[in-house]
Every structure is written in structure tokens, then in C-alpha cells.
């Protein structure tokens, strides 16, 4: 049986209170009662205060907030003025120190403008035209020219995207031709499509020019192979499964001039397709091909000089070739870089017959594209290691063929640069080469090479 001692006999739970428990909780109860009505007394109060009576209140708080402030910025200057009078010694050292460097600053930005005008300066008056006037001939004075230009790779990698060229990527970058450089010898030269084998390179180009297995054998693969390393592109890089296909090929190439010609917006007939040359290049240059094919027919000297005395500025075992046979495509480049100089009508638009001379249907914007950088690799090897041997004007003048006896022992003029050390060497192209490095009058369209040389060639 279970006993519960706080239940009454209808098993209600009784509680029991004692007689101090209950006036404690009267009084508790009292006590609440009187702080609800203190706090309904006092919201009455609040409530019946007049409109004046809270604005004295509020002006009241805010001149307290303003004398607060105002200690605040008393103190401040009392302990600025404890600093400054107090300590005079350390006060004065920190003033000198301040002094200095304002005038140091000072200094510094004065000497800079000074220098950046006075160089403007002197630039203008170095080019201003009469600087450059003959005033015995009447004419403007002809300088020889100190070598023969050749691409700039900076400009072929801006162009295709590989390179920044706008906005502050563009504006901020700083040359690096060892990197930028290696990075054309390396598109050139070592890639290969994996699985496929390596085409023979053989040292002699005759051998290359005869026949066999020296590149890949299909029209554009090692164009592609090398500018689709440069854009990083796998989708016009050839593979092991299309490298022996010209149609896939073909059509690879072709996707890669369609992408040429886009700037903003994309192919509606090939929406995969997208832009690599940007807006801020079209701009600035214009269109891409014509853009490439107006360097293209402008390095045609560059193209003939090298072709011509390539077995004897680069070949030979103190100079550095970068088409020997450690280069993959040794053969094909060569024999590009020749198909090239035999194009060199194109510079003059003129042929023996009068026809005019025409881009070759072969000569694809592709084709060019990597025949400039195939030269610009040439002329970097030859500047950085070869001391401009390939395309450096050394020839002076010597008492047999200096056109005045002042000229003797100066270096050759553009029409003498062109005639001893450029022309292609081909017996179909003497008529055009006596034409073209003549001083008689040019054909209609001609590009002079003599200007050519004379104002570019410095950009060696």
C-alpha cells in the first residue's frame, strides 16, 4: 500500500502555507501592484509634458554633447601644445625630418619635368623637317641605313591574343624578348603531333627540296600546329587523327581566318567560334589580315636578305642557327622562309611583263602569319647572337664605288644596301632587281625600298 501524505481524501494534492509564506507573497503582490501604477504614473507625465518643455530638454541634452566635444579639442591642443613648446628639441627634429622630405619630393618631380621637356624638346628639334634639308640639292637628305628591319614579335603575339594589348595588362607590360621569344622557337620548332613521327631534317635545304618524309606532307599543319600552341587553342591544332587528312586540316585553317575576322561579335553560321583579335587592336590597327599583310609585303627585303646569305651569317659553327637540325621543323621553315623571298614583286607591285605582282593563291593569311614569325625569330638570333651579321648594314663605301670622294669609308646608301646585299639571287628576277634598286622612276603603286630601307631600318 502506498501512503501519500499531501493528498486529501478525494486525492486532490493539498498545499501547505504557512502564515509567514502567505504574507510574503501578499506582499510581493502589493509591491508589483505599486511599481505598475508608479510606471502608468509616470508615462501619464511624460505624456502631458508640453511641446516646449521636450525641446528645452533636447537643447539641454545637445549643449552638453557640444561641451563634451568642445573639452575634447581643448585637450587635444593643450597636449599639441605641450609637444610643440614643451620638447622643442625632439619638435624640431621631427619638422626637419618632415622638411626634407618635401623638399626631397620636391626636388624630384621638378628634375623630371625638367628632363621630359627638355627631351621633347630635343626630339623636335631633331625632327623638324628643316633639320633634314639639303639646301645645296633642294631635297631631303638620304641616310644610310644602319641595318635591315625584321618583325617585331610583340606585335604578331598582341595581335593574335598571346600577348595583352589593352587596358592597364596592356599599358603595364614590360619587355620580355627572352620569354616571348622562346615562346615563338618553341611553336616553331619543337611541337609535334604526338604518335605521329618526326619528319627528317636533313642540314642541306637542297635535300629538304628534294622529296621524302622532311615535314608532315599536308598544306598548313605545321602552320597550325605552331600558331595553335601560341593561342592555346586545341580546337585548330592538328592531331594524330586528322594530321594526315587535308580536308580536316583545311578546315581547321579556315576556322582560325574566320575567327580573323571577328572583333566583337560571334559567327551566327559558327557560334562556337570566337574572337581572339580584340577590339582595342582593330582600333588602334585595323584589320588583322590587312594589318599582317601589309608587314608581310614591308619585310620582303628582310625575307630576300636572308634567304640570300643565310649559308654564311648563320650556318657556318660560330653562329647561331635557329632553324639547324635540332629544330623539329627544320625543313619546313626553310623552305617557307625561301617560298617567301621569291614573292619579293609582291613589295613593288610590279612584274617583268606589267602585270603587276599578286598575292600567290597559296599564300594564305595563315601561311604569312607564320612566315613573320619564322623571320622575327631569325632576326632576334641574329641581333642577340650572331652581332647582326644577317641583316646589319656593315658594307662602307671604298674608293671604286663611292658615288663622291666624301663618301668614302661611310656606310652604303639604301639604293647600294639593296643592289650588293639583298635581291634575291634568281636570274628571273634581274630585270625586277635592276628596276627596282634603280634610281629611275618607280612604277604606279611602287613602295620605294629605298625610303623603305632609309627610314625603317633603324628598327633593327
Request: net charge negative; hydrophobic share 35%.
Amino acid at each position: 500500500m502506498e501512503f501519500k501524505l499531501n493528498m486529501d481524501p478525494e486525492r486532490r494534492t493539498v498545499v501547505h502555507t504557512d502564515k509567514g509564506a502567505y504574507d510574503r507573497a501578499l506582499g510581493l503582490g502589493n509591491a508589483a501592484g505599486a511599481a505598475a501604477r508608479g510606471a502608468y504614473g509616470r508615462v501619464q507625465t511624460v505624456q502631458g509634458l508640453s511641446a516646449g518643455s521636450a525641446f528645452d530638454a533636447a537643447k539641454a541634452r545637445a549643449q552638453e554633447a557640444g561641451r563634451n566635444r568642445w573639452q575634447d579639442v581643448v585637450s587635444f591642443r593643450d597636449r599639441w601644445r605641450n609637444w610643440l613648446y614643451k620638447e622643442p628639441g625632439k619638435t624640431n627634429f621631427w619638422l626637419l625630418i618632415f622638411n626634407i622630405l618635401y623638399i626631397a619630393v620636391s626636388l624630384t618631380v621638378l628634375v623630371l619635368t625638367f628632363l621630359v621637356m627638355h627631351e621633347h624638346v630635343d626630339d623636335f628639334k631633331r625632327n623638324e623637317f628643316t633639320q633634314h634639308w639639303d639646301t645645296d640639292t633642294g631635297v631631303v637628305k638620304q641616310y644610310a641605313p644602319c641595318g635591315m628591319p625584321t618583325p617585331d614579335s610583340m606585335y604578331l603575339l598582341q595581335a593574335i591574343g598571346a600577348l595583352p594589348a589593352g587596358g592597364w595588362d596592356g599599358a603595364s607590360l614590360e619587355p620580355n624578348y627572352k620569354q616571348w621569344m622562346l615562346r615563338v622557337d618553341r611553336a616553331l620548332c619543337a611541337r609535334i603531333v604526338p604518335g605521329k613521327e618526326e619528319p627528317a631534317r636533313p642540314t642541306d635545304l637542297a635535300t629538304c627540296e628534294a622529296g621524302g618524309y622532311v615535314d608532315y606532307g599536308t598544306d598548313h599543319a605545321e602552320e597550325l600546329l605552331a600558331i595553335g600552341y601560341l593561342l592555346d587553342d586545341v580546337t585548330i591544332t592538328p592531331t594524330l587523327q586528322d594530321i594526315d587528312v587535308q580536308g580536316d586540316i583545311t578546315a581547321k585553317m579556315e576556322a582560325f581566318e574566320r575567327r580573323t575576322c571577328l572583333v566583337k561579335k560571334e559567327n551566327p553560321l559558327y557560334p562556337d567560334e570566337k574572337p581572339y583579335y580584340t577590339d582595342q587592336q582593330h582600333k588602334a590597327y585595323g584589320d588583322m589580315k590587312t594589318r599582317v599583310a601589309r608587314a608581310y609585303i614591308a619585310a620582303m627585303p628582310a625575307f630576300s636578305r636572308y634567304n640570300k646569305e643565310r649559308e654564311t651569317c648563320a650556318v657556318p659553327p660560330e653562329y647561331k642557327d635557329p632553324f639547324d637540325n635540332n629544330c623539329k621543323h627544320s625543313c619546313h621553315v626553310r623552305m617557307e622562309l625561301k617560298a617567301t623571298a621569291t614573292e619579293q614583286d609582291l613589295l613593288y607591285h610590279y612584274t617583268a611583263d606589267g602585270s603587276g605582282g599578286t598575292m600567290p593563291p597559296g599564300t594564305t593569311f595563315t601561311k604569312q602569319l607564320y612566315r613573320l614569325l619564322a623571320l622575327s625569330l631569325a632576326g632576334y638570333y641574329d641581333r642577340l647572337h650572331n652581332d647582326g651579321v644577317c641583316f646589319r648594314n656593315s658594307e662602307v663605301y671604298t674608293v671604286a664605288n663611292a658615288p663622291a670622294p666624301e663618301k668614302v669609308g661611310e656606310r652604303i646608301d639604301a639604293l647600294h644596301f639593296c643592289e650588293v646585299r639583298t635581291i634575291y639571287s634568281n636570274s628571273t628576277f634581274v630585270c625586277i632587281s635592276v628596276h627596282f634598286c634603280s634610281p629611275r622612276p618607280h612604277p604606279p603603286h611602287d613602295t620605294s625600298f629605298a625610303a623603305f630601307c632609309s627610314v625603317f631600318a633603324c628598327f633593327l
